[in-house]
Nanobody, 115 residues
């Protein structure tokens, strides 16, 4: 089992930056994949970035060049650095982990981008 705790959300102006953190209850190196998803108001949850245990990264074009996922194995932490934020990036951001076919979610952290 994997517990995930996100932090770093808040209010930011358009064009600004924010870094989200996700601390896992076990080594992220042992987790098959970790990622960040977001759910804008009234919309479905969508992938923002995912990093595999191999280090391979997947991201949709909508955030490429603006959002960067990284991990710190020593701190059991995955980060999402968000730059050039837009009002459309407003959402609840969730940390996700996949291990042995099971999916785990954090409680989510709200990011609000004001225009």
């Amino acid at each position: 089992q994997v517990q995930l705790v996100e932090s770093g959300g808040g209010l930011v102006q358009a064009g600004g930056s924010r870094r989200l953190s996700c601390v896992a209850s076990r080594s992220v190196f042992d987790i098959d994949a970790m990622g960040w998803y977001r759910q804008p108001p009234g919309k479905q949850r969508e992938l923002v970035a995912q990093i595999l245990s191999s280090g391979r990264i997947s991201q949709p074009d909508s955030v490429k060049g603006r959002f960067t996922i990284s991990r710190d194995n020593a701190k059991n932490t995955v980060y999402l650095q968000m730059n050039s934020l837009k009002p459309d990036d407003t959402a609840v951001y969730y940390c996700n982990a996949w291990k042995q076919g099971l999916s785990y979610w954090g409680q989510g952290t709200q990011v609000t981008v004001s225009s």
